[in-house]
T-cell receptor, first 114, second 117 residues
Framework: KAGVTQTPRYLIKTRGQQVTLSCSPI?????VSWYQQTPGQGLQFLFE???????NKGNFPGRFSGRQFSNSRSEMNVSTLELGDSALYLC?????????????FGPGTRLLVL | AQSVTQPDIHITVSEGASLELRCNYS??????LFWYVQSPGQGLQLLLK??????LVQGIKGFEAEFKRSQSSFNLRKPSVHWSDAAEYFC???????????????FGKGTKLSVKP
């Protein structure tokens, strides 16, 4: 069973540019959530999507947006990049296996903003 | 405002010893509670979660955690630590929100666990 896939794995951008990150969840999982991890701020929740609807959102500015497609794949977009957006961006997919809800994380996309 | 405190930045235990990682939260209602582990080889992984019901929660890799409402705590325990448990551990609080299964998560700063042979 394939795991959670994130592309690209590494990315270098300059201030002011925009970036789109992609996450392919585990087959059958309908929920995708996104997280930002930095040395200074630690782990922070960005948003969660379920069946193409955003149902939770963390405390991030409007420059951070996301969407989910009908096949559950998700993208997040950051516009007008700032140096502080340099981070590891993780996505997780959640689904039900039997009676248990499970969650699996992807390897992350490491973004460097210069 | 909601917050999560992991008082111990770094803990070292001997292999085979018991482990308890502390987590305290501030939230006005009954939260969702989570423990995650992050290691270089395994990435980030959900260890266990509490949504409701039994306050003692069993997770993967032999870990368990107990929700104590009166102490606003959700401490993680393992009876016998293995060298492979060396990693960073994050506690998180899920702020219940409309339609969400986990709520808006707030993470602690993490506790780094080292294991002595």
């Amino acid at each position: 069973k394939a795991g959670v896939t994130q592309t690209p794995r590494y990315l270098i951008k300059t201030r002011g540019q925009q970036v789109t990150l992609s996450c392919s969840p585990i087959s059958g999982h309908r929920s995708v959530s996104w997280y930002q991890q930095t040395p200074g701020q630690g782990l922070q929740f960005l948003f969660e999507y379920f069946s193409e609807t955003q149902r939770n959102k963390g405390n991030f500015p409007g420059r951070f947006s996301g969407r989910q497609f009908s096949n559950s794949r998700s993208e997040m977009n950051v516009s007008t990049l700032e140096l502080g957006d340099s981070a590891l961006y993780l996505c997780a997919s959640s689904g039900t296996r039997g009676y248990q809800e499970t969650q699996y994380f992807g390897p992350g996309t490491r973004l460097l903003v210069l | 405002a909601q917050s999560v405190t992991q008082p111990d930045i770094h803990i070292t235990v001997s292999e085979g010893a018991s482990l308890e990682l502390r987590c305290n939260y501030s939230y006005g209602a009954t939260p969702y509670l989570f423990w995650y582990v992050q290691s270089p080889g395994q990435g980030l992984q959900l260890l266990l979660k509490y949504f409701s019901g039994d306050t003692l929660v069993q997770g993967i890799k032999g870990f368990e955690a107990e929700f104590k409402r009166s102490q606003s705590s959700f401490n993680l325990r393992k009876p016998s630590v293995h060298w492979s448990d060396a990693a960073e551990y994050f506690c998180a609080v899920g702020v219940r929100n409309y339609g969400g299964s986990q709520g808006n998560l707030i993470f602690g700063k993490g506790t780094k666990l080292s294991v002595k042979p």
